[in-house]
């Protein structure tokens, strides 16, 4: 079985470290100007890049998909993450797709969006 991990930008890597450790991620390495990793207790880590100069937050469209398959682990998260006061992000709260999937989002102060899912439990 393979991993994916999602490698997304930051204008700010100190700032990204701080946001997603308020989330409840761990930092797992971190070079200044360059690179940081971060892992949560959920399975889930997120690599970030420097963005290059021009890199404008505001009209970011890199994102990933983080896919639970029990539903109730999607809404643990969800709890976690809205009560964390994730103020400089926004957090969406879930909703239940037609297509068979509760889902919701954040996006996080750099415009990357992390949509986290389940299969709905029938």
Known sequence: ?????P???????AGTR???EGLGFA???HFPGE??????????EIHFFVAHPGH???????????RFSDEGDCDRLYEQWATA?????IVHPPVDT?????????????????????????
């Open 7 to 13: 490698v997304l930008p930051s204008t700010d890597l």
């Open 85 to 89: 006061g994730a103020s400089d992000g």
């Open 98 to 122: 037609d297509y068979g999937l509760r889902e919701f989002a954040i996006i996080d102060p750099e415009g990357n969006q992390l949509r986290v899912g389940s299969p709905i439990s029938r």
């Open 27 to 29: 930092l797992v390495s």
């Open 56 to 66: 404008d937050p505001g009209r970011n469209d890199h994102g990933c998909y983080i």
């Open 1 to 5: 079985m393979a991993t994916t991990i």
């Open 18 to 20: 701080s946001f997603y």
């Open 35 to 44: 690179y940081l990793v971060v892992r949560h207790s959920a399975g889930i």
